[in-house]
């Protein structure tokens, strides 16, 4: 359950904004003078994700694909969908991180040199934007390593700070946890119990644990940044769900994050729905896209068997799969592979055959699935219910999808999308379930 609680201001170091680039010296406050007819303008709330280049323990992690988005795009996506934010920023000096974070809709604020070192601070960063942007009376800090943030948690937040009036709140999580005193190496002395009676161990459901932050978001009004604070005045917490709660530091937290995410994660703002076809380009992802010509002129292409049995398992789970391709292919070579799929070849517009396809089976494009990987599969990535590209896909085709496979085309991209439909539909059925 989602709960507040005032505490009193904790002490934060208060480093002063450094010049640079032009910026003013000083933060400096601006007026929120009535306009017309004496209407105040609400306060701008800005959600800010900080997202340097230089990660010291996963280079780029922030966008890294996690369950074949970019790190940062899951945060993105749940701050923008939130609709609570007059504008929505990634702090960066990094132009990679730069181009993705435009891609899924942000403004971007390149960060200083200054601001960019290991040594530096969030509060550092925090204020060199403010330095540069004084439409913003609060700031929303986002964790950028926080996947699995949901819109409704940004809004109930918004709402404290709007509506009930505190200055900070940040997330925290509840712990069952029983904590023990440290013994320094060499100290002969006894651990002391810190939170429990070993006489009286209470079960885990007697017990309601301790409230930890999580970092997941800091909350706070601009006058409080101004004085060195992230965490201050009338302050409260606001309580995330234990399997919202992940944070991605180190590179073993990657396989289990991304289950979690696949499980717990926010995928947009329409629901799920059951997908009951799949079609996949042949050139570039069922085949790696090499093309043979043997002495007597016929044409030789390679398959991956883990993609042969990525279809057998979709078929066999209700999922019809169908291919195509743009280019001329020996359909009698492609039927010498025995997938037992519908094709169709020199196809000069996919979108209209697909469409047609999707019509045939009494479809909406929700419960269509499409793997693609070059310019002409960027409308029907765009238009399926779940969109996908092997890793060695063309930038366009990746800007246009939901998820990027790990695996190359006829490597095991289609498996590897296969997994994918089969998470997110037991995803759909839990949710049809509750």
Not at 260 to 280: A, M, S, T
Request: aromatic share 6%; net charge neutral.
């Amino acid at each position: 359950m989602d709960s507040v609680e005032k505490g009193a201001a904790t002490s934060v170091s208060n480093p002063r904004g450094r010049p640079s680039r032009g910026r003013p010296p000083k933060l400096q406050r601006n007026s929120r003078g009535g306009q017309g007819r004496g209407v105040e303008k609400p306060p701008h709330l800005a959600a800010l994700i900080l997202a340097r280049g230089g990660s010291k323990g996963i280079p780029l992690k922030n966008i890294k694909h996690l369950a074949g988005v970019p790190l940062i795009g899951w945060v993105l996506r749940a701050a923008l969908d939130s609709g609570v934010f007059q504008s929505v920023w990634v702090s960066t000096d990094h132009d990679e991180i730069e181009n993705v974070a435009k891609q899924f809709g942000a403004q971007v604020h390149r960060r200083s040199s200054e601001t960019s070192k290991d040594s530096s601070t969030s509060l550092d960063a925090i204020i060199e934007f403010l330095n540069f942007h004084n439409e913003v009376d609060i700031v929303g800090n986002i964790q950028a390593t926080s996947p699995c943030l949901h819109p409704t948690d940004l809004q109930k937040v918004a709402e404290m700070i709007r509506e009930e009036g505190y200055d900070s709140v940040f997330s925290v999580v509840r712990r069952h946890q029983f904590r023990w005193s440290e013994i320094q190496k060499g100290v002969r002395e006894v651990t002391e119990p810190l939170n429990l009676n070993p006489a009286k161990r209470p079960r885990r459901q007697d017990w309601d644990g301790e409230l930890y932050e999580n970092g997941s978001f800091y909350f706070a009004k601009r006058h409080l940044i101004e004085m060195g604070y992230l965490q201050g005045g009338k302050m409260a917490y606001y309580e995330m769900r234990a399997e919202h709660s992940v944070d991605i530091d180190v590179d073993i937290d990657w396989p289990i994050a991304e289950q979690r995410v696949l499980r717990y994660g926010y995928f947009g703002k329409e629901k799920l729905k059951e997908i009951k076809l799949l079609v996949c380009n042949i050139d570039g992802c069922l085949t790696n896209g090499h093309i043979y010509v043997s002495g007597d002129q016929k044409e030789i292409i390679s398959y991956d068997i883990k993609d042969a049995i990525g279809i057998s398992l979709l078929k066999k789970s209700g999922i019809e799969v169908r291919l195509i391709s743009e280019r001329a292919c020996s359909k009698q070579t492609l039927s010498s592979l025995k997938l037992d799929c519908k094709m169709e070849v020199n196809v000069p517009d996919k979108l209209a055959v697909v469409d047609e396809w999707r019509k045939e089976m009494g479809l909406c494009w929700k419960e269509v699935a499409y793997l693609g990987n070059e310019v002409s599969d960027e409308e029907c990535l765009k238009k399926a219910g779940l969109s996908g590209v092997p890793a060695d896909a063309c930038s366009t085709a990746q800007k246009a999808v939901g998820y990027i496979c790990k695996s190359n085309g006829g490597r095991g991209a289609l498996r590897e999308f296969a997994e994918h439909i089969f998470l997110l539909m037991e995803k759909v059925i839990n949710s049809c379930q509750k």
